[in-house]
């Protein structure tokens, strides 16, 4: 059949904002009328004409409520503004890593290549008809658009009147993996439906020796466990683990993508994860089963990680520095050396640390966007970084990969086992942690996250933080009040990045204040959510003495988090006695 494109007449929004992230809202605000329609054509009159006109675009993302009709209405209106193939994961589902890859590795059989994607997601946050839903666009490397784009894109709901779209083009089978065709006013208009997992499980095998993982995983003595909280990760387990590794069926769980994350919260920490943290012996009741020697899970788009051992939590802080000081002896992909680190701001300084022993390049991000890690990657400056909200990655692609970590993680075990495993003990997840502290001391680290505070109410401490600051004899004084044997703040400040490849300088990324001692309290405001407002605060205290570094965390913490609870007044500004989530 041949398609007529119609010009749909709509009224401008004054929306949300586009971040690294994309736009987030409540299911009900994507489905009001021209909702996504206006998001839509307000990215593509955003982009240049050839990255839209003639070009292959990726549309899939991790299977939440409303994805389907979503994908449907975007092939309409990308056939109308004259795109001419669109690639769609079988049932609309990537994760957002994989779509990273198919951008950057994918080639069509007619030689085509992508130039950019629609990834439906909201990343970590819940799904449902009453839960939220999510759009973003990456760009041709693969990685989140730039802030030049995403303004524009946020002009464009302003001042939108008309969007573009081919309304009688009938959906398409994604279901069914092929190729369906259609003839448009100019040209023909593809839409390919293909296997989800192919390209990123080619990708994962390049860069990862499997042979040794499943030697490991093969072992008697290794148990593993896997959880996706019913997000898209499941789509990817069963291939990567069981087909490809070894490891038992049984060793999934949740591993069933769903549209509303099976009822649960798909993103993988201490609080959400509760069926995997269970199994790995740190819940509250003891079942009496020996837990797995391993653990992981995943967000709703697979590109956070969780890693346990048995009854061992291990922090996302120390986990990017684990992984660089592993990665050329542990992972065939980095064997000829790291190019540098970069953690973001609120990350521990534990991959500082690593990256000053080994003499690595180093930098430190703003507080969110992995944009800031692409640009470095793309300038040839960074192999291995991470973020402390569970995001972990490499060069590999230009978005965080849940799977990645998971993989990373598991061929050090093999590395460190690769001559143990008929002896009598396996080298543990614990005991890795362990040596890296007695190597390269420990952060103690925690993260109090206090979500859908009152807006306004979040805006009012942070604005007192800010103007706190400006004394830091009143700051020790309150500091001294609350707990005196913590140090005196020798610094405070509202931290921004200057980005050293383009140039860019992002201001007001959370406010800092830094202790003596080296420990560092951050606050800031989080965009991640869909309602209201998130308030983040980092607390972190750095011990070199080896015989000090095995205590709980959260006892060694519990000066600190008094000294930041005072200091920022948060039950007088928000009413909140405790927080939501403590990581």
């Known amino acids: 059949m041949v398609f007529k494109v119609s010009k749909v007449p709509t009224t401008p929004y004054d929306g949300q904002k586009p971040g690294t992230s994309g736009l987030r809202k409540k299911v009900k605000v994507f489905v009001q009328p021209h909702y996504l329609q206006n998001f839509v054509q307000s990215t593509f009159n955003a982009l240049t004409p050839e990255k839209v006109r003639g070009a292959t675009l990726v549309v899939s993302g991790d299977g939440r409520y409303f994805s389907k009709d979503a994908i449907q209405i975007i092939i309409k209106m990308a056939a109308a503004n004259g795109v001419r193939r669109i690639w769609v994961g079988q049932n609309g589902l990537l994760s957002t890593p994989a779509v990273s890859a198919v951008i950057r590795e994918r080639i069509g059989v007619d030689g085509s290549k992508a130039t950019g994607a629609f990834i439906l997601t909201a990343s970590h946050n819940p799904g449902g008809p009453h839960e939220d839903f999510g759009i973003k666009y990456n760009m041709e490397n693969g990685g989140p658009a730039p802030e030049a784009i995403t303004d524009k ?38 839409v390919e439906v293909f296997d989800s997992a192919s390209d990123y499980v080619k990708l994962m095998k390049s860069i990862f020796d499997f042979e040794l993982i499943r030697q490991l995983l093969s072992s008697p003595k290794f148990t593993f466990c896997y959880d996706a909280l019913h997000g898209v990760a499941g789509a990817y387990a069963h291939r990567i683990f069981v087909e490809e590794l070894g490891a038992k069926e049984s060793s999934l769980l949740n591993c069933v ?38 653990g992981a899970a995943a967000d709703g788009d697979a590109d956070r990680n969780m ?3 048995k009854r061992f939590f291990v922090t996302p802080s120390d986990s990017v520095a684990i992984i660089a000081a592993n990665a050329v002896d542990a992972i065939p992909y980095f064997s000829s050396g790291l190019k540098g680190v970069a953690r973001s701001m609120p990350t521990s300084a534990a991959l500082d640390v690593v990256a000053k022993n080994l003499e690595l390049k180093f930098f430190e991000v703003v507080p969110t966007g992995w944009k800031f890690f692409g640009n470095l990657m793309d300038a040839g400056l960074c192999s291995v970084c991470g973020e402390e909200s569970f995001g972990t990655g490499s060069d ?32 543990t997840v614990e005991d890795i942690v362990r040596q890296h502290w007695a190597t390269y001391g420990r952060h103690y680290y925690t993260r109090y996250d206090y979500e859908n505070v009152d807006a306004g109410a979040a805006k009012d ?64 405001l989080s965009g991640t959510g869909s309602e209201g407002a998130t308030i983040r605060l980092y607390i972190e205290q750095y011990e070199k003495d080896p015989s000090k570094t095995g205590r709980d965390s959260q006892e060694a913490l519990a000066p600190l988090v008094e000294v930041a609870l005072k200091l920022s007044k948060m039950q007088e500004f928000t009413g909140r006695s405790a927080p939501t989530v403590i990581t």
């Open 153 to 190: 894109i946020f002009e464009n709901t302003k001042t939108i009147t008309e969007y573009l779209i081919a309304e009688d083009l009938p959906n398409v089978d994604i279901s069914a993996i092929g190729v369906t065709s259609f003839g448009g006013p100019e040209a023909q208009f593809d």
């Open 307 to 309: 890693i346990l051992g």
């Open 257 to 294: 993508p769903k549209e509303d994350f099976g009822g649960g919260h798909p993103d993988p920490n201490l609080t959400y994860a509760k069926e995997l943290v269970a199994r790995m012996g740190l819940g509250k009741s003891n079942s009496g089963v020996e837990p797995p020697e391993f």
């Open 396 to 427: 590999h692609i230009r978005e965080k990969d849940g799977i990645w970590a998971v993989l990373a993680w598991l061929s050090i075990l093999a590395y460190k086992n690769k001559e143990n495993l008929d002896g009598d003990k396996l080298v």
């Open 461 to 524: 401490l942070m604005a007192y933080l800010v103007k706190l600051q400006s004394s830091l004899g009143d700051v020790n004084t309150i500091v001294n009040e609350a707990h005196s044997d913590v140090s005196n703040v020798v610094n405070a400040d509202e931290f921004e990045y200057k980005d050293p490849v383009d140039g860019s300088v992002s201001k007001h990324q959370g406010i800092r204040f830094l202790f003596e001692d080296g420990s560092r309290l951050v606050f800031r």
